[in-house]
């Protein structure tokens, strides 16, 4: 074989290695071996979705007085900020669909606590930066702000704000930020969580909220905390490099949910729009927090007015059937490929695996969560996957009849059957994409997980059928004689 072809032979087996340490684990560890800190702890366990792993089923209601007045357009808002919150949680698969005027009922499947995960997502996140001058509060205090008064002149707020951070450039104390509920920030040296606190009816200033906010990310530093990353749009950056600019050596409280997480001392002016919130995280708090910022708060108000555990719609029994019937049908593809092609189909039987086993290791890793729909359009990948070989080889076939070399065989045969190959897969995506588009507006989750199994099996079918069909057949081929073993090839 070629150079490149060995290349690519050293890669397949490197990816087939990878995908069978995956597949045949529950959960992978990496640490670092001079600290043994945890690098990777990837739970690579199967996710399945409600109807076949059960889950929760949760009934949201606006919180408004009249549920008559909420606006159609601003509660499909909500459903979308509240799936979006949910999916960055690690809770996939969830499906969100309005119902009625002030309703939105929820699934989640796999999960066994309703209130942690809602409560999570319905969390307005706004955070706001306070004038405290020379009388700050401490850390913990529940303040009153100007924002939303009719006298403040601030931007309108989206539910989310960066904490008052220094940029790597700047000289300004870094303030910390934590996102538990105790509020027990850990304070950069010139914060004063223990100043005296200000009257209770003093109404303190917001100088800037989320609004301006640009990126919000978890990073860990060298020592292995966790932080969150923010970078700042550019009016919210002039903003805030105008008041640290005049309020040296004076106070800006890092409010949260009209709570004070931190008090820094502004000792020079920030100009930079960037920096981090750093306090007591944990990976799950710093996320969750994360999550806050980056989808902003909500339109409309939710409250839970209904939670219930569901069980499969499938059944225990249903699932191994449906399991059954797939093993059977990959079985019969199999067969017919062996018997009709003879040796290139029992090396397509070889790709066809080593296919199954690269798309098991993607649904673990990204992970996806595999409902019924989403496991019929991985079936139904594996069909095209199949078909592709069959064009290669009734080319090779063909070429062969005609008197090429094995080499030349396969070769043309591969070339002369990549546009069918081509145009075939390409509508097959152009249809995922409606799908996806169509899943997502009208919140049908379920569409959405079959048009993305259904995509990403087409995509690793055309590198099977590309890259890993064509180096076995050389692999194998190329030192046959076509003469010797006509039969090999079923001619």
């Not at 009249?66 to 969830?94: H, P």
């Not at 999570?120 to 924002?147: C, H, I, R, S, W």
């Not at 043309?412 to 409606?434: F, Q, Y």
């Not at 995509?459 to 076509?482: E, G």
Request: hydrophobic letters at 45%; proline letters at 5%.
């Amino acid at each position: 074989m070629s150079r490149s072809r060995n290349i690519w032979l050293v890669v397949i087996i490197v990816l087939i290695a990878f995908s069978l340490w995956v597949d045949l684990s529950k959960n992978i560890s990496i640490a670092n071996p001079t600290n043994n800190q945890l690098l990777v702890n990837l739970n690579t366990d199967i996710h399945l979705g409600l109807d076949l792993r059960g889950g929760l089923q949760v009934l949201l209601q606006a919180d408004v007085p009249n549920c008559a007045t909420v606006d159609a357009n601003s509660l499909n808002v909500t459903r979308q900020i509240l799936e979006n919150r949910a999916n960055a949680m690690g809770v996939s698969e969830v499906t969100m669909q309005v119902a009625g005027n002030c309703r939105i009922v929820a699934e989640f499947p796999g999960i066994s606590n309703p209130e942690q995960v809602v409560a999570a997502m319905k969390q307005t996140g706004l955070l706001e930066f306070v004038d405290m001058g020379t009388n700050p509060v401490p850390v913990g205090t529940v303040v009153q702000t100007d924002y939303g008064q009719a006298s403040t002149t601030q931007p309108s707020v989206t539910g989310t704000a960066p904490s008052a951070t220094t940029t790597p450039n700047s000289t300004p104390t870094t303030s910390a930020l934590t996102a538990t509920p105790a509020a027990n920030a850990t304070p950069a040296a010139n914060a004063t969580p223990g100043a005296t606190a200000a009257a209770p009816t003093t109404v303190y200033h917001t100088v800037m909220t989320g609004a301006d906010l640009d990126t919000v990310t978890v990073q860990t530093t060298s020592l292995g905390q966790y932080e969150i990353a923010f970078t700042l749009k550019s009016s919210g950056s002039q903003i805030f490099a105008d008041y640290t600019s005049s309020h040296v050596q004076q106070y800006l409280a890092i409010v949260l949910d009209k709570k004070a997480i931190s008090v820094p001392v502004i000792n020079s002016a920030i100009t930079g729009g960037q920096g981090v919130i750093q306090g007591s995280f944990t990976s799950d708090s710093a996320n969750a927090l994360a999550v806050q910022l980056r989808y902003g708060s909500l339109p409309v108000p939710v409250k839970v007015v209904e939670s219930q555990t569901v069980g499969p719609t499938l059944g225990a029994e249903s699932v191994r059937k449906s399991l059954l019937a797939g093993a059977i049908g990959l079985a019969v593809v199999i067969l017919f490929m062996g018997l009709y092609y003879r040796l290139p189909g029992i090396l397509a039987d070889l790709a066809l695996v080593t296919y199954t086993l690269i798309s098991l290791m993607l649904f673990k890793i990204i992970p996806i969560f595999l409902t019924l729909p989403g496991i019929a359009g991985f079936i139904l990948s594996i069909g095209m996957a199949v078909d592709a070989n069959v064009l290669i080889f009734e080319r090779l076939k063909e070429e062969l009849r005609s008197g090429r070399t094995l080499r030349q065989a396969i070769d043309l045969g591969w070339s002369r059957a990549w546009p069918s190959i081509r145009d075939s897969n390409s509508s097959t995506l152009i249809t995922c994409v409606i799908l996806y588009i169509f899943g997502n507006t009208f919140g049908a989750s379920m569409v959405k997980g079959f048009s993305i199994n259904l995509a990403l099996g087409v995509l690793l079918s055309l590198f099977t059928a590309i890259i890993v069909t064509r180096t076995y057949l050389h692999l194998v081929l190329d030192n046959l004689k076509l003469d010797e073993h006509p039969n090999w090839f079923g001619l």
